[in-house]
């Protein structure tokens, strides 16, 4: 086992308290002051506080944006319910499993891997060290483990513990020394190559999505918590709180959006949080938010659904309701982030379509990408910004709130202007916005808002294509589902498939012309989604998006796509 | 400039007729929503705020169509939801005026949650129910105001469900200032309007506003009002006993408190990308002490 590796897995899992997961932040922070990159998810039970808990993480030199096939190793703090975890962390007979013996035998769910089991003494390697806590033996079997460097760890433990005081960071740095002493004896190493050490950011996806709103220059957000979406709303709070802006808990899901109405109107780039169950509640005044022309953006972290579903899961499930999800014919702006590097610039952007279309903009992040924490390049590619028309053409009985124009904008003079007073209505109205039942003002006014959409330049905001240009095989995925289409086609081109990933950005309005450019030359295209009644493949078909015999790969969450199950489905579908 | 930073106009010469629009309501004639109206356009001349500098903010239902009959600035939401639009507009924008109008449906059943909040939460709107104690633009179905014994078609013989007392639910829930009109006393109900603009924090107006079409019996209202039975009190304790005890029917203002209202937004003006620096790692600059939120279990 001398030889080094591109990227290691590995999982430091145990009960609720004994600090998996901050063994796990300790590690993925050491590897990053490492110069490697790394991708962190976490597992936990169902219970509130308590129960298991699992940090799964990869650790690489080049750039991570999957779960991966298997894990190399698992390191278990104890046994309690760890077993649960068994679907989630795939291990084989290459794997070790890292346990102490007083804990008992390994259960069967994880030991019929046939994984090879390494016996330590953890809770006595602990109790060796004056202070010293389980985890941080966990933390240093890890480091120990993959080869990273003493100052790496030093400087990571230091960083996250320093503020319990000096008494704190030596007992931890003594622990981890123990651990990685103990784990050293048994010669099983799996090191990882030197990686580059260069400044990288290390984030999840909601905290970039929030980055990206306040780049985008939101100033007003209204949400009510719900799982996964909080953090966002939660780091917003913290940042506005010194960087100016307001951030409002709402008493429900339907104040929040309509708080952020007011907000808007009066003038402030405004966005509200959310996931499925509270998007299915704000659509009412999605519509309202169209037909009033008000801009926001609307973000949904989305989880398994229907209903309460799984929430701490990944799903894609909520593209139709974000599509389509309000009564009568109200078009919209759909846009979502392809990976978490990708969140601050499309948030951003989200931000911008928004104010210049007077518009709800709909960005649909998902677990998968908002609660996994990542080591990533630092995101160079920023948005030109756009901003809402307010200056009016004409005041006093001049002025018409939503005149036709060619473009379908028109211009939105906030309150304080003088000589420009409309009234935003969700009743159908005539330019002037006075409420009309009159069939020439309402078609005149659904066809504008839709022309707002159709004549507005995206640009490149439709999507990315990663992979060979003369590709034979596309993937087609959006959200979390390009990372693993990634990983797959990187390897269906490595064994003689040409394969390319089309990575949607903007699903709607759907950018036919340049889908169709991304597919041209393709012989076989595949809709990569994860949801159960293929939501993706469906809407791109019906506005005839799709080449011909396109193919779907459709599932539901909660198990995240690993590139195996990509890759295996796309051979089992070529010998069918 | 932004709008947000101009400075107020002074308060300049205005009469009834500068917050009169030209579309016409599509209210019944003798509606009590006409003397609301009219008080409301009265008070905002008297509070001498020029009509782009005021907001009023409404959901759905009959007297919900008002702020297309002023010259103000409005916003005709969905069904409910008046409270937290208007709240989201001041907050964004304290500078404003910002009056939510309504009815006791949209205000007491679907809104009813939204009422409860914009009173704990206090900030410093107005908000006017014109209370006809039936849902008029559905043609006649109970609401949360109505008599158990109310006979309609949607429940024959009644509900059988007691109505709730808006007033003491405001009071409960945190109002700042609480009162009864009466639409058709429409001097002094201007002046109510005025002091509960005036008035710090979350204003409540509950205005008995009949509705002759399917409440005919209401056009009795002119005579079974009680005026000036009510001396205002800053005890929500005493206030509160007042209302629970009278006859629904008394007009005047019965609350003035100085809770303090919603805390402001914080002002800085940061830069994000000092934000942003909080995600950077490794390489062989200057490592952070703390990775704010990153690190947590």
Redesign the interface.
């Known amino acids: 086992m001398s030889e080094t590796r591109k990227s290691v897995a590995i999982v430091i899992a145990g009960s609720g308290g004994t ?1 998996a ?2 063994a796990g ?2 590690l993925i ?1 050491a590897a ?4 490697h990159y790394g991708l962190m998810t976490k597992l936990s039970g169902a219970q509130v506080r308590g129960g298991e ?1 699992a940090a799964l993480l990869e650790i690489g030199v080049d750039p991570l944006e999957a779960q991966p096939d298997r894990f190399d190793c698992l390191i278990a703090l104890d046994w309690q319910d760890v077993h649960r975890f068994a679907p989630e962390i795939p291990l084989d007979g290459d794997s070790l499993i890292v346990c102490d013996p007083k804990n008992g035998a390994v259960p069967e769910a994880i030991a019929r891997s046939g994984a090879r089991v390494v016996e330590l003494p953890l809770a006595q390697i602990a109790a060796s060290v004056e202070g010293g806590r389980l985890n941080m033996v966990g933390f240093g079997i890890a480091a120990e483990l993959v080869g990273l460097a003493p100052e790496a760890v030093d ?1 990571a433990i230091r ?2 513990i ?2 319990k005081g000096e008494r704190a960071v030596t007992a931890s740095l003594a622990a981890s020394d123990a651990g990685r002493a103990a784990f050293a004896v048994t010669g099983l190493h799996m090191e990882i190559e030197p990686g580059e ?8 996806g909601n ?2 999505v929030g ?1 990206g709103a ?2 985008g220059g939101i ?2 957000v ?1 949400a009510y918590p719900i799982t996964p979406a909080t ?1 966002i709303t ?2 917003l709070a ?9 951030v ?1 808990l ?3 899901e ?3 959006i ?11 780039p ?1 966005m509200t949080i959310t996931s499925g169950p509270g998007l299915a509640l704000k659509v ?2 999605i ?2 938010a169209i037909a ?1 022309e008000i801009p926001m953006v609307i973000v949904d972290v989305m989880r398994v659904g229907p209903s309460t579903g799984i929430p701490t899961k990944s799903d894609q499930g909520d593209l139709d309701i974000a599509l389509h999800g309000t009564p009568g014919d109200a078009p919209r702006v759909v846009l979502a982030p392809i990976s978490i590097a990708d969140c ?1 610039a499309t948030t951003e952007r989200a931000v911008h379509i928004a104010e210049a279309l007077q518009t709800p903009v709909m960005l649909l992040s998902d677990q998968s990408i908002g609660q996994t ?1 990542a ?1 990533i390049d ?1 995101p160079t590619e920023r948005p030109v910004p756009l901003k809402r028309l307010t200056t009016p053409f004409a005041t006093g009985a001049g002025f018409r709130r939503y005149q036709l124009t060619d473009d379908g904008v028109s211009p939105m003079p ?14 159908s109205h005539a330019e002037s916005g ?2 009309s039942n009159s069939a020439a003002n309402h078609v005149a006014q659904l066809e504008k808002r839709l022309r707002k959409l159709d004549r507005f330049d995206f640009g490149d905001t439709w999507g990315e294509v990663y992979g060979p240009a003369d590709a034979s095989l596309a993937l087609l995925a959006f959200g979390s589902s390009v990372g693993p289409c990634k990983v797959a086609a990187a390897r269906l081109t490595a064994a003689g498939t040409p394969t390319k990933v089309v990575a949607l950005r903007l699903l709607a309005p759907v950018q036919r012309a340049k889908l169709a450019a991304a597919l041209a030359g393709v012989k076989r295209t595949i809709v990569v989604e994860q949801n159960h009644s293929a939501q993706l493949w469906r809407h791109l078909r019906g506005e005839k998006a799709l080449p011909h015999g396109c193919e779907s790969f459709a599932r539901s969450g909660p198990a995240p796509f690993r590139a195996a199950e990509i890759v295996a489905h796309i051979l089992r579908e070529v010998a069918a | 400039m ?3 930073e ?1 400075p107020h106009a002074c308060p300049q010469q205005l009469t009834l007729k500068d917050f009169k629009s030209s ?1 016409e309501p599509i209210w019944c004639s003798g509606c009590g929503d006409f003397g609301v109206l009219q008080a409301l356009q009265r008070a905002l001349a008297e509070l001498g705020r ?6 009023v ?1 409404s959901g759905i239902g009959c007297s919900s ?1 008002l ?2 009959y002023t ?8 069904h409910g ?1 008046a ?11 304290p ?2 005026e910002v009056i939510t109008v309504g009815g006791d449906g949209d205000g007491y059943s679907i809104g009813g ?2 009422f ?2 914009a009173a704990r939460r206090n900030v410093d709107l107005t908000y006017i129910v014109m209370d006809n104690r039936v849902y008029g633009m559905t043609k006649g179905q109970p609401s949360p105001t109505t008599e158990a014994d109310w006979d309609s078609d949607a429940a024959p013989g009644g509900t059988g469900v007691k109505p709730f007392s808006p007033l003491a639910i405001a009071l409960a829930a945190g109002a700042n200032f609480v009162a009864r009109g009466f639409a058709l006393d429409v001097k002094p109900l201007a002046a109510m309007i005025v002091e509960a603009v005036r008035h710090p924090g979350f204003s409540f107006l509950e205005i008995l506003s009949p509705c002759i079409t399917f409440r005919p019996e209401e056009m009795e209202w002119k005579k079974s009002v009680e005026r000036g039975a009510i001396q205002p009190t800053s005890d929500r304790a005493q206030a509160t006993a007042t209302v629970l005890s009278d006859t629904e029917m008394a007009t005047g203002i019965f609350f003035k408190g100085d809770r303090g209202s919603y805390r402001p ?8 990308e ?3 620096a909080q ?7 200057h ?11």
Not at chain 1, 238 to 246: K, L, P, S
Not at chain 2, 83 to 93: C, D, M, Q, S
Request: proline share 7%; charged share 20%.
């Open positions: 600090g997961i901050t932040s300790a922070a990053a002051r490492d110069g808990a400087s960083a996250m320093g503020g050490k260069r400044e990288r950011w290390m984030c999840s905290e970039a980055l306040l780049r100033t007003f209204a953090e939660e780091w913290v940042q506005m709180q010194e960087h100016g802006g307001r409002v709402a008493e429900d339907i104040a929040a309509n708080m952020c109405c007011g907000s808007s109107f009066g003038g402030a405004t009412e005044t519509g309202l009033a601050p924490q080591i630092i906030a309150p304080g202007v003088p000589d420009c007073q409309w009234v935003a209505d969700g009743l006075h409420p | 932004t709008i947000h101009q579309v020029p009509p782009h500098e005021v907001v903010v169509r702020p297309a010259t103000a600035y409005g916003f005709h939401g969905v939801r409270l937290p639009v208007a709240t989201g507009l001041k907050l964004a924008r500078d404003l949650n939204h409860l909040h937004a914080p002002t800085g003006h940061g830069d994000p000092k934000i942003a995600f950077r790692i490794g390489g062989t600059a490592m952070p002490a703390e990775e704010g939120g990153c690190c947590g279990d």
